[in-house]
C-alpha cells in the first residue's frame, strides 16, 4: 500500500494566517491526489483534485500544489470556517489510502 | 443536486454482518463508480471499496474476504455486506462518488452524511 504522510498532525494558526500542510507519498502518484476538509460530524468535502485543481464553489484562497510524492494545500488567509481537519487521499493505486489528517486549530 | 443516503442498523453483534444501503438521489448511479469508506477514531479513514455501476467490483485487500457490495440501478441504490464482524469494525461508514472522464477518475466528489455502526453484544 502506498503510505501517505501528512505533517504536521495538529496546527495553531490565527484568522488571516497563511497556513500549509504537507502530504508526501511513499511512492511516485503522479498527481492522483485529492485534499479534503471534515469538520466534526460532517462527511469530509473535496477542496482539490489533481492535485491542484480546484474544486467548484471552494472559496479560491485554498490552493493545491505538488506532483510525485510531494504535495501542499495552503490556505492563503484563513477564516473562521476554515478550522476543521484536512486530509489527502492518494488514487493512484488500489488500495486508495488517506493521510492521517492535520487538525487546524485556532491559537 | 445529487445527494447520498446511507440506511441500516446501528448495532450489530460480533460475528454477525454488517449490511448498509446507499439510496443516490438528484442523480443517475449509472456511469459512475460507488465508493464505501469508514472511519474509526484508531484507524482514521479507511477505503473500503467501490462497484461500478457495471457490476465491476475492487475492495482494499484488508477486507477483501469479508466484503461484498451490489448495485440495484433501477432502485439508484448501491449495498454494503461486511460479515464475520469485530469491534475493530465500529466506526462511521460513508458512501461516496468516484467519476471518470475517460482519461482520469475524480474521487469522491459526493458524499453520503455517513452512520455509526457500532459492534457490541
Known amino acids: 500500500d502506498i503510505q501517505m504522510t501528512q505533517s504536521p498532525s495538529s496546527l495553531s494558526a490565527s484568522v488571516g494566517d497563511r497556513v500549509t500542510i504537507t502530504c508526501r507519498a511513499s511512492?511516485?502518484?503522479?498527481?492522483?491526489l485529492g485534499w479534503y476538509q471534515q469538520k466534526p460530524g460532517k462527511a469530509p468535502k473535496r477542496l482539490i483534485y489533481?492535485?491542484?485543481s480546484l474544486q467548484s464553489g471552494v472559496p479560491s484562497r485554498f490552493s493545491g500544489s505538488g506532483s510525485g510524492t510531494e504535495f501542499t494545500l495552503t490556505i492563503s488567509s484563513l477564516q473562521p470556517e476554515d478550522f476543521a481537519t484536512y486530509y489527502c487521499?492518494?488514487?493512484?493505486?488500489?488500495?486508495?489510502?488517506f493521510g492521517q489528517g492535520t487538525k487546524l486549530e485556532t491559537k | 443536486q445529487v445527494q447520498l443516503q446511507e440506511s441500516g442498523p446501528g448495532l450489530v453483534k460480533p460475528s454477525e454482518t454488517l449490511s448498509l444501503t446507499c439510496t443516490v438521489s438528484?442523480?443517475?448511479?449509472?456511469?459512475?463508480?460507488w465508493n464505501w469508506i469508514r472511519q474509526s477514531p484508531g484507524k482514521g479513514l479507511e477505503w473500503i471499496g467501490y462497484?461500478?455501476?457495471?457490476?465491476?467490483?475492487n475492495y482494499n485487500p484488508s477486507l477483501k474476504s469479508r466484503v461484498t457490495t451490489s448495485i440495484d440501478t433501477s432502485k439508484n441504490q448501491f449495498s454494503l455486506r461486511l460479515k464475520s464482524v469485530t469491534a475493530a469494525d465500529t466506526a462511521v461508514y460513508y458512501c461516496?462518488?468516484?467519476?471518470?472522464?475517460?482519461?482520469?477518475?475524480?474521487?469522491?466528489?459526493?458524499w453520503g452524511q455517513g452512520t455509526l455502526v457500532t459492534v457490541s453484544s
Open positions: 511512492q511516485g502518484i503522479r498527481n492522483d
Open positions: 462497484i461500478h455501476y457495471s457490476g465491476s467490483t
Open positions: 461516496a462518488r468516484t467519476s471518470f472522464d475517460g482519461n482520469n477518475y475524480y474521487l469522491f466528489d459526493y
Open positions: 489533481a492535485a491542484s
Open positions: 487521499l492518494q488514487h493512484n493505486s488500489y488500495p486508495y489510502t
Open positions: 438528484g442523480g443517475s448511479i449509472s456511469g459512475y463508480y
